[in-house]
């Protein structure tokens, strides 16, 4: 599955259906959000990063890296939560077993994404000097298996699963303590930007659901502490899709705002 790796088309569903919503709207970044649109934000970055790593120059190496670790780290703590809050509630009435294809698919790639991370974070600390082709070799061992994963995983949370186990209210109830827990990990100055350049607002123009006066503040201030990283992103602050990585032709058959 070579690169550019394609978008997932979003299950069939309204966005807004607390059911429909544990495939479409379950943990992206820092509120419970579409899971179809949290993987393609990760399919995203991950053609950006294919896309630039090569031609990145001597006085993009700070700014290009800084992106590149803060998208590994959103790609792990979305994988953290999973494990941690949203697989074991699920397996409260689904089995105790329901979720763990999902945890051993993280398992095949894990070790090799951390590979990538240690060496940006070292390029970081000046311990060893940037090569994009490096980036690429490391990419290339473990990003199959992650987009593998982004496509199996969507299924697991079907509607209907959803609709035979769970009451509205127990989800409910879920996902307000699991939105506090996340509201307490993320960094707004980071996380929240990451979302703008990886979404393409033209397929779920919703996303992220935030207050329009937090919406101002994170794309008119909190975006420009570190807008020479978010440079590199796939799409604008405006989540328009940048042509040129990997990312500008495609788009799911299926809208997440049906």
């Known amino acids: 599955m ?11 569903g309204n966005w807004k259906d607390i059911f429909d919503n544990q495939a479409i709207l379950a943990i992206a970044l820092n509120v419970c959000s579409n899971m179809a649109i949290a993987h393609n934000m990760f399919i995203r970055g991950i ?10 120059k001597k006085d993009q190496v700070k700014p290009f890296v800084f992106f590149c670790v803060s998208f590994l780290g959103m790609i792990h703590h979305h994988h953290h939560l999973e494990e941690t809050l949203l697989f ?59 987009v593998q994963h982004l496509a199996d995983e969507i299924p697991t949370l079907e509607s209907s699963k959803m609709r ?26 980071i996380d929240l930007p990451l979302g703008f350049i990886c979404h393409d607002k033209s397929t779920a123009p919703h996303f992220p659901p935030l207050p329009t006066p937090v919406m101002w503040l994170a794309k008119y201030g909190l975006f420009r ?21 990997g990312n500008d032709s495609q788009l799911p058959s299926a809208q997440a705002n049906a």
């Open 47 to 56: 053609n950006a990063v294919y896309a630039q790593a090569e031609g990145i």
């Open 88 to 146: 074991p509630f699920f397996e409260t009435k689904l089995g105790a077993k329901a979720m763990e294809h999902n945890v051993e698919q993280h398992h095949e790639f894990m070790d090799r994404l951390n590979d990538l991370e240690k060496y940006l974070k070292e390029v970081q600390a000046g311990k060893v000097s940037y090569n994009g082709t490096t980036i690429i070799e490391k990419l290339d061992t473990f990003s199959d298996s992650l």
């Open 225 to 245: 502490l570190h807008s020479d990283a978010w440079a590199f992103g796939p799409c604008d602050v405006h989540g328009v899709v940048k042509p040129g990585l």
């Open 164 to 189: 035979a186990a769970f009451t509205v209210k127990e989800l409910e109830v879920f996902e307000a303590e699991f939105g506090k827990r996340i509201l307490k990990e993320v960094s707004l100055s």
């Open 2 to 12: 070579p690169f550019p790796f394609p978008v997932l088309d979003c299950p069939p």
